[in-house]
């Protein structure tokens, strides 16, 4: 679009071109039937839109501007009027000469703790005030506010507010906000509240403290919206009173979020330099920073930071009277275990020596083997060894060995009784030896049956 002074709507001329986004182009225009400067945004309707979806956004962003109209608070950029031109809504609002708090972020770095209290404490007095009047804004985010060189600061971009008694003309499936300071429960498809402000809120002053929003910074849309909906926000690096007031504002849950007034009383009380009065409220409930019992400490792991919350700065207020002190259990005295090494040697000990008595004692038992008879008295023979027990009678048998004289030597033939052993015990076999030859000739002699 030109700007060499085109003129819209019969009263507002266009002068330069201040800004653009996603949603539209900001410019400074001229209101010449009063006299004033003003801003007017003017919406881009997408080429691929049919005529009934840019009807659609057309009337959205009527109803938009109606909304906006009828918040009137010092913080809050006011809307004038809605026009039309060339098929195309645009919202006449008040001009600021400031800079964006996206672009002093970018320009200067992170901001100290009192100067981002500051900025929250007016932005959320604007936010509580559209509260009230039943507007959600469903876009807080650092773009969206404005730092006027006076200190000022003042809340833009009314134009995909909601109204809670208006009819909702919204296009399906049309996610209404940047995704890095989404709320979890919007990224869930889930109807944006005032408690999803708050949570924006705390999304953008958390950038301004931190260097980057608590979901981190990504081009990857879809990742941010999974890391969102999850709610695991990076750990914070810094503590402090101003830690503790955006840690509850950044709680998971919408119910334990404190409400965009009492947001706007604690970012107060940090910015004149007094300690925020946390009692009642709830304490931080996000996934990836857990809430602390009293007198605990907690260490949140993430994966490339570490970050050790201290009782004092992450659960209440370190006062007399709101919590008790710390005392520490009695130190524990080492145990000694000696006397029980001492018995479980021992009787290791017996057990070995015991083992070794019975198996000498079985070694001792075993039967001897038969090929090396024990030597017996040269005038007898050997009678069978029986045992107590009651045995079966066998009938013997007799065997003759007929001798064999030699010229120098006769043997004598013994008869050799051999019983066989009963079933149920063992018999050592009956032997006999060879005794000396005698001077006169021998007879066989009978050995005991």
């Known amino acids: 679009m030109s700007t060499d002074g085109r003129l819209i709507a019969e009263r507002y001329r266009f002068l330069d071109r201040i800004g653009s986004g996603a949603m539209g182009i900001v410019w400074r225009a001229q209101d010449e039937r009063l006299g004033r400067i003003v801003a007017i945004k003017q919406l881009l309707l997408q080429p691929s839109l049919d005529a009934t979806e840019q009807d659609e956004a057309i009337q959205r962003a009527m109803r938009e501007g109606r909304i906006a109209a009828k918040l009137h608070h010092p913080n809050a950029i006011a809307v004038y009027d809605v026009v039309e031109e060339n098929g195309a809504p645009c919202l006449v609002m008040e001009y600021l000469p400031s800079d964006s708090l996206a672009d002093t972020l970018?320009?200067?770095?992170?901001?100290?703790?009192?100067?981002?209290?500051?900025?929250?404490?007016?932005a959320a007095a604007a936010l509580a005030a559209a509260h009230?009047?039943?507007?959600?804004?469903?876009?807080?985010?650092?773009?969206?506010?404005?730092?006027?060189?006076?200190?000022?600061?003042?809340?833009?971009?009314?134009?995909?507010?909601?109204?809670?008694?208006?009819?909702?003309?919204?296009?399906?499936?049309?996610?209404?906000?940047?995704?890095?300071?989404?709320?979890?429960?919007i990224a869930r498809g889930q109807d944006p509240s005032a408690a999803s402000?708050?949570?924006?809120?705390?999304?953008?002053?958390?950038?301004?403290?931190?260097?980057?929003?608590?979901?981190g910074l990504s081009e990857n849309t879809l990742g941010v919206l999974h890391a969102v909906a999850a709610g695991r926000i990076n750990p914070p690096s810094q503590e402090g009173p101003l830690t503790d007031v955006l840690l509850r504002l950044l709680n998971y849950d919408p119910a334990d979020r404190p409400t965009m007034a009492q947001a706007r009383d604690l970012l107060n009380a940090v910015a004149n330099g007094r300690p925020p009065t946390l009692t009642g409220l709830r304490p931080a409930s996000t996934p990836g920073v857990l809430p602390l019992g009293p007198a605990t400490a907690t260490t949140v792991l993430d994966?490339?930071?570490?970050?050790?919350?201290?009782?004092?700065?992450?659960?209440?207020?370190?006062?007399?009277?709101?919590?008790?002190?710390?005392?520490?259990?009695?130190?524990?005295?080492?145990?000694?275990?000696?006397?029980?090494?001492?018995?479980?040697?021992?009787?290791?000990?017996?057990?070995?020596?015991?083992?070794?008595?019975?198996?000498?004692?079985?070694?001792?038992?075993?039967?001897?083997?038969p090929a090396t008879p024990p030597a017996t008295n040269s005038s007898s023979t050997a009678v069978p060894t029986t045992t107590t027990a009651p045995v079966t009678t066998v009938p013997t048998t007799e065997r003759?060995?007929?001798?064999?004289?030699?010229?120098?030597?006769?043997?004598?033939?013994?008869?050799?009784?051999?019983?066989?052993?009963?079933?149920?015990?063992?018999?050592?076999?009956?032997?006999?030896?060879t005794v000396p030859p005698a001077s006169v000739t021998t007879t066989p002699v009978q050995g005991n049956g």
């Open 132 to 185: 009230a009047a039943g507007i959600v804004h469903r876009d807080v985010k650092p773009g969206n506010v404005l730092l006027a060189d006076s200190g000022l600061v003042k809340i833009t971009d009314f134009g995909i507010s909601r109204a809670s008694d208006d009819v909702t003309v919204t296009k399906t499936g049309l996610i209404a906000g940047t995704p890095a300071y989404l709320a979890p429960e």
């Open 303 to 369: 994966s490339d930071r570490t970050h050790v919350v201290r009782p004092n700065n992450r659960t209440h207020p370190r006062t007399a009277d709101a919590l008790p002190p710390v005392v520490a259990p009695p130190p524990r005295k080492p145990s000694n275990n000696l006397p029980l090494v001492i018995v479980a040697v021992t009787l290791g000990l017996l057990l070995l020596i015991t083992i070794l008595l019975v198996a000498l004692d079985v070694f001792d038992t075993k039967q001897k083997d």
């Open 106 to 122: 970018s320009e200067h770095g992170p901001l100290d703790d009192l100067e981002v209290a500051r900025i929250g404490a007016q």
């Open 197 to 215: 402000d708050v949570f924006s809120l705390g999304s953008t002053l958390y950038a301004a403290h931190e260097g980057e929003p608590p979901f």
């Open 400 to 433: 003759t060995v007929e001798t064999t004289e030699e010229p120098t030597t006769t043997t004598r033939a013994v008869t050799t009784t051999t019983t066989p052993p009963p079933t149920t015990t063992s018999q050592k076999p009956t032997q006999t030896t």
